[in-house]
Nanobody, 115 residues
Framework: QVQVAESGGGLVQPGGSLRLSCTASGGIFSRYVMGWYRQAPGKQRELVATVISGGRTNYADSVKGRFTISRNNAKNTVYLQMNSLMPEDTAIYLC?????????WGKGTLVTVSS
């Protein structure tokens, strides 16, 4: 059983930065496509970014140029560096590990962007 856990959320002012971390244990981390999703109050869950083992990344248009996803396979960890944060980035951020359609989710970490 793969266990996924996020950390690093919190309160940040508009224009600020935050780095989220996610560890996935119990499986072969390097085989998973790792992704960050978010869900704002009253809205559907949406994809933020994904990264495959070789490092190729994919981003939602709303975060391109501001967020960077990366992974360290030796540490079983994926990161989301978030810069130039805006109030509309406020959401619960969830980490996802995907292996050929078999998905594992963390419980999420809350990011609040507010002055």
């Amino acid at each position: 059983q793969v266990q996924v856990a996020e950390s690093g959320g919190g309160l940040v002012q508009p224009g600020g930065s935050l780095r989220l971390s996610c560890t996935a244990s119990g499986g072969i981390f390097s085989r998973y496509v790792m992704g960050w999703y978010r869900q704002a109050p009253g809205k559907q869950r949406e994809l933020v970014a994904t990264v495959i083992s070789g490092g190729r990344t994919n981003y939602a248009d709303s975060v391109k140029g501001r967020f960077t996803i990366s992974r360290n396979n030796a540490k079983n960890t994926v990161y989301l560096q978030m810069n130039s944060l805006m109030p509309e980035d406020t959401a619960i951020y969830l980490c996802n590990a995907n292996l050929a359609g078999l998905e594992y989710w963390g419980k999420g970490t809350l990011v609040t962007v507010s002055s």
